[in-house]
Nanobody, 121 residues
Framework: QVQLVESGGGLVQAGGSLRLSCAASGRTFRNVMGWFRQAPGKEREFVAAMSWSGGSSSFADSVKGRFTISKDNAKKTVYLQMSRLKSEDTAVYYC???????????????WGQGTQVTVSS
């Protein structure tokens, strides 16, 4: 089992920044950590992913150049730094774990509970 706990969400003005954290624990190891988001009435969508081992990362086109993903292996924590936030970034953000580098929800078998990000315009 893998337990994932997100934190760092909140209310921010458009153009502002937030950093989300996802702390992983448990006996099962998954090499890839992903961030997804789900806005009201919309499907959950891929935001970014990173591998623990090689440092490879991937981003959705909608966040490229504004979001970065990083990790602290010692703390087993992955971060999503979000900058130049827009109202359309408003969503519940989830972190997830996978054994493969995936950009679809189907590829992830462990999920956190989510953290709300609200961007006011």
């Amino acid at each position: 089992q893998v337990q994932l706990v997100e934190s760092g969400g909140g209310l921010v003005q458009a153009g502002g920044s937030l950093r989300l954290s996802c702390a992983a624990s448990g006996r099962t190891f998954r090499n890839v950590m992903g961030w997804f988001r789900q806005a009201p009435g919309k499907e959950r969508e891929f935001v970014a992913a990173m591998s623990w081992s090689g440092g490879s990362s991937s981003f959705a086109d909608s966040v490229k150049g504004r979001f970065t993903i990083s990790k602290d292996n010692a703390k087993k924590t992955v971060y999503l730094q979000m900058s130049r936030l827009k109202s359309e970034d408003t969503a519940v953000y989830y972190c997830a774990a996978s054994n493969r580098f995936e950009i679809t929800t189907r590829g992830y078998d462990y999920w956190g509970q989510g953290t709300q990000v609200t961007v006011s315009s």
